[in-house]
């Protein structure tokens, strides 16, 4: 069960944020598109490379399906380029520093590490359709197998 207050069928709440090279990616401009909306903690930490990683991976198939991948998190534009060069990542990262877009979609939320309570990012991804709407929605998502699963529900999805 989901602790996002987003569920599927909602329409996916619209955001403009800058990319790895500083250019404004728009929802609403990826209207007729699958685009798979993950957010990620930070960038260069073993999970996070590990999920960035395998979305890169599987981009190419992503892209037959008429999906696009855009992966969201705290990180700074320059932090992004720095991690997509060292990790070799091939997909959009934004950059969502004022952590409005988090809230947006419910992944801010108060999370206990080591028995320390603290606000963070809840690794979680969106599967949005091509209207707009969320199909999908992974909450507090563990990264292995997490973009291929993430793959075959939107070809299941599709059919």
């Known amino acids: 069960m989901s602790k996002n207050s987003l569920s599927q069928g909602l329409k996916a709440p619209l955001f403009c944020l800058p990319d790895q090279n500083g250019n404004e990616k728009c929802l609403k401009d990826l209207k007729g598109k699958w685009v798979v909306l993950y ?38 534009i320059t932090s992004h380029q720095k991690f997509m060069e060292k990790k070799e990542i091939g997909i959009t990262l934004l950059s969502d520093t004022e952590i409005a877009v988090h809230k947006l979609y419910d992944v801010w939320r108060l999370k206990k590490f080591m028995g320390k309570e603290s606000m963070g990012t809840v690794r979680t991804t969106f599967l949005i359709d091509p209207e707009g709407n969320i199909a999908e929605i992974w909450d507090n998502v563990k990264t292995k197998d997490h973009a291929q699963a993430v793959l075959n529900s939107l070809r299941s999805t599709k059919k």
């Open 39 to 76: 957010f990620y903690p930070r960038d260069n930490t073993t999970g996070c490379t590990k999920e960035a990683q395998d979305f890169t991976s599987l981009k190419d198939a992503f892209e037959d399906e008429g999906a696009m991948i855009l992966g969201v998190s705290r990180d700074s």
